[in-house]
């Protein structure tokens, strides 16, 4: 495992670049999940929202 | 009225009849929820394969050693930056000629997926630079065309933004879309026409020394999930593109207040 985590002496490299990588496509996938949300909540209390129930 | 309508819808063939549902935001977003969710989790998967493939059962590089294994991310950001681009101009051209909202839609949600592939795929190299080169950066062909790219994104994205009215922005931000093009062809052949630091392509190359199956199965296999990764992503973003550009319809009311 140390070993593995080592990588021949490039952990830096290899270990920033997995990490930069996974932490933008991860934001990337989930933003736009919690942006609908907030979207249709937004748009539930708009004026254009005339369908609204009473 | 109504029974006029059907009848010259059913005069319209099945393929013609499929291509209006599609293209119409209401049925667009149903569909892509149920699409992103496979595309997302079928991604995982290969991510999972590919990671596993690539850092535990690749053998280190005869000449880079561990560092190598940097390509497993590299390589296929650097791919999707170019794809994410093609997706996005043409879909922003079927927004731009045949006005179809749902292109415009489509390529505002690939921008910001296509800048964050370019700045991956300028990351890792610069990661992987430096251990192999001697340097973070250098001001060569292939490394500035890709910046330029990350650029054309962020042009994309600001015209996008930048006007009031959303019809006429996507207008201007198709049109940078499109005269952009002529930078992939660059990205794709600096490494040729120009004397460059970076490599040239690995993985499509004729001839010896190619790469070894157990490294080159695992690049293929995150390439794989690279691409499902950004179907399911970039159907999700345009959920809310449509959500947005739609906001007067009648639909989007039946989902808000649904």
């Known amino acids: ?54 | 009225m109504n029974s006029n309508a059907e009848q010259t819808r059913s005069g319209v063939s099945g393929g013609w009849r499929w291509f209006h549902r599609f293209g119409s935001p209401a049925y667009f977003y149903r569909f892509a929820s149920r699409w992103s969710k496979w595309f997302g989790w079928l991604a995982l998967l290969f991510f999972a394969a590919g990671l596993y493939g690539g850092l535990i059962v690749a053998p280190p590089d005869y000449q880079m050693g561990d560092s190598y294994r940097i390509i497993y991310i590299h390589v296929p950001s650097a791919w999707m930056s170019m794809f994410t681009y093609v997706v996005m101009a043409v879909a922003a051209a079927t927004g731009l000629i045949w006005h179809m909202k749902l292109g415009d839609a489509v390529a505002r949600a690939c921008a910001p997926l296509g800048a964050a592939f370019t700045f991956c795929a300028l990351v890792t190299g610069s990661l992987w630079g430096r251990p192999t080169w001697g340097t973070y950066w250098v001001w060569d062909a292939r490394l500035t065309s890709e910046l330029v790219l990350l650029f054309l994104f962020f042009g994309y994205m600001a015209l996008a933004n930048a006007i009031e009215d959303r019809r006429s922005a996507s207008r201007a931000a198709a049109l940078l879309a499109l005269v952009g093009l002529i930078n992939l062809p660059i990205i794709h052949y600096s490494v040729e026409w120009w004397n460059t630091l970076h490599q040239g392509s690995t993985v499509t190359r004729m001839g010896r020394p190619t790469m070894d199956t157990r490294m080159l199965i695992p690049l293929l296999t995150m390439f794989i999930a690279f691409k499902l990764y950004f179907f399911s992503a970039m159907l999700n973003r345009v959920r809310c593109e449509l959500l947005d550009q739609e906001r007067r319809t009648k639909w989007v009311a039946e989902v808000v207040n649904g």
């Open chain 1, 1 to 54: 495992m140390a070993e593995f985590l080592h990588m021949g002496g490039y952990a830096f490299y290899v270990w920033w670049s997995y990490g930069v990588v996974g932490v933008v496509l991860a934001y990337h996938y989930f933003s736009p999940l919690v942006r609908r949300k907030k979207l249709i909540r937004e748009l539930a209390s708009s004026p254009l929202n005339r369908n609204a129930e009473q």
